[in-house]
């Protein structure tokens, strides 16, 4: 008895120790990830300003082999006189003269002045308020200009490639389609700068060349956190002959466990009924959230809607006060690792400005996800309605579509996190996922890296996990119905230990 007493004693201090060094290494974390965060700033201004002085390098050197190749320059003063006197002189100078075969006939012959000023006038006209004829008319042109005649500018250079590949003109279709290819990518450009900063920065960085190439990545959506939404295809497991189902040994009543890496489903029981998702809501949450922010180190300020909303519902919250500038990474921890609805409510007003908005944005995401048949949201946050349900299984396939989001993953698979400091809160709030807190101390063959959990009335205790084994298959558990939160843990546990090598 005295060696067994001795044996529990010295494994609970080494669990004890184990745990504090943990927290010690997860606060020298912090620290880092708080210093990188610090010079991210400055080292982002040093490489926006080396890449401006490129640029302006660039068109120096531009500039100067033009001249060389002019030496008169005579299309620069051109271009700096004002725009109305270079329409009024643009009128086409009467022929000098005519050979008497009108096959060879010679291009009309302009003073010096004229062919200038047509020409930059021509640079500078918008392609969307050219007409076909136009269009038609310098393409003939650019072909039977003399080479010390023409203008410098990109779109005339472009031009004149284009007629000397052929000397047909352009068709009124072909003009009016590359016309509105033309707006098209100015319309996505102006969409792209007012969805976010970070896709619009890139926007306004990107040479011609860039453009073109990020024009076809911005045709698939923008940017968010993580890289670009819905880029892997969602999870989609099936049943087996090997498939378990679950009896009285698990104290959950709905029970899902899936080797997400073949796409298989271990154990189940009652996986495909409706259940009251309660607080497992989050996860979409976050990953919605993640899919259309684009800037991570904006801020929100809290309305008395979000805080309100919780508080009517008897919700759990970070703590947030209205009218507190809070960081939008703030709003995404406090979601998930605390559970708040003052965080979840926060981050649906800045996205979509208002949570009935956002809903919509998560019932989409169902369907891209394939699970909309047999689930629905009515809130972001999870309190009970009738109409807010899913299965076990549609959690599961949610756990792995944000565990695809590199964002999101690092968001779930938070122990402790302590917010920013606002003059409301100086030192911040330290908030904890007390289910992953508890579960990293059991023996579950691998390391489970996210987890969320919820409680509702209708649901009882329960959570959704993701476990990656130690030759990097994924395994996702999700459980509701449990007695009690220890007795939900018990069941994940029991189930790693079971299927997981």
């Not at 001249?67 to 004002?82: F, L």
């Not at 009218?323 to 708040?340: I, Q």
């Not at 956002?358 to 995401?365: C, K, Y």
Request: net charge negative; hydrophobic share 35%.
């Amino acid at each position: 008895m005295r060696k067994n007493y001795k044996r529990e004693y010295l494994s609970e201090s080494a669990r004890v120790r184990r745990r504090s060094q943990r927290i010690e290494e997860m606060k020298r974390q912090k620290q880092r990830q708080e210093r990188m965060r610090r010079l991210a700033i400055p080292v982002g201004i040093g490489l926006l300003v080396c890449i401006l002085l490129i640029i302006v390098v660039a068109r120096g050197l531009a500039v100067r082999a033009r001249r060389r190749e002019n030496p008169n320059n005579t299309y620069i003063e051109q271009a700096q006189k004002p725009q109305t006197e270079q329409q009024a002189s643009s009128q086409p100078a009467e022929p000098e003269r005519q050979e008497p075969n009108a096959s060879e006939q010679e291009p009309e012959r302009q003073t010096p002045n004229e062919s200038e000023q047509q020409a930059s006038g021509a640079s500078e006209q918008e392609p969307e308020q050219q007409t076909a004829n136009e269009s038609e008319q310098q393409a003939s042109n650019a072909s039977e200009q003399e080479p010390e005649q023409q203008a410098s500018s990109a779109f005339e250079q472009e031009s004149e490639q284009q007629a000397s590949k052929t000397t047909e003109p352009e068709s009124s279709e072909q003009t009016e389609s590359k016309s509105s290819q033309k707006s098209e990518k100015t319309g996505i450009y102006a969409v792209v700068g007012m969805q976010g900063s970070y896709a619009g920065s890139l926007m306004g960085q990107a040479g011609r060349d860039d453009a073109e190439e990020l024009w076809e990545v911005c045709k698939s959506g923008l940017l968010g956190l993580g890289g670009l939404a819905k880029e892997k295809p969602p999870l989609s497991a099936v049943t087996t002959e090997q498939t378990i189902a679950c009896g009285d040994e698990m104290f959950s009543e709905n029970v899902v466990f899936i080797n997400a890496s073949e796409g298989t489903v271990l154990a189940q029981k009652g996986a495909w009924t409706t259940i009251p998702p309660a607080s497992m809501t989050k996860i979409l949450t976050v990953l919605v959230a993640a899919e259309h922010v684009t800037d991570i180190e904006d801020t929100f300020t809290m309305t008395k809607t979000a805080i309100k909303y919780g508080r009517d519902h008897g919700c759990t919250a970070v703590g947030f006060v209205e009218g507190e500038k809070v960081a939008l990474r703030d709003l995404f921890y406090g979601t998930v690792v605390h559970s708040g609805a003052d965080a979840a409510v926060g981050l649906a007003e800045y996205v979509a400005g208002s949570q009935e908005a956002f809903v919509e944005l998560m019932n989409e995401r169902l369907e891209q996800l394939g699970v909309s048949d047999t689930a629905h949201f009515t809130n972001c946050v999870g309190v009970y309605d009738v109409n807010h349900y899913c299965t076990v299984y549609d959690m599961a396939v949610i756990m792995k579509a944000a565990y695809d989001n590199p964002f999101c993953r690092q968001v779930l698979s938070a122990h402790i996190y302590t917010t920013g400091s606002t003059p409301q809160h100086p030192e911040g709030i330290e908030i904890s996922n007390w289910f992953l807190r508890r579960i990293e101390d059991k023996d579950t063959h691998g390391e489970v890296l996210c987890g969320k959990t919820g409680y509702v009335d209708a649901s009882g205790n329960c959570a959704a996990s993701l476990l990656v084994g130690s030759d990097g298959t994924v395994y996702i558990c999700t459980t509701v119905h449990a007695p009690s939160k220890w007795r939900c843990i018990e069941d994940h546990v029991a189930l790693y230990q079971r299927f997981v090598p």
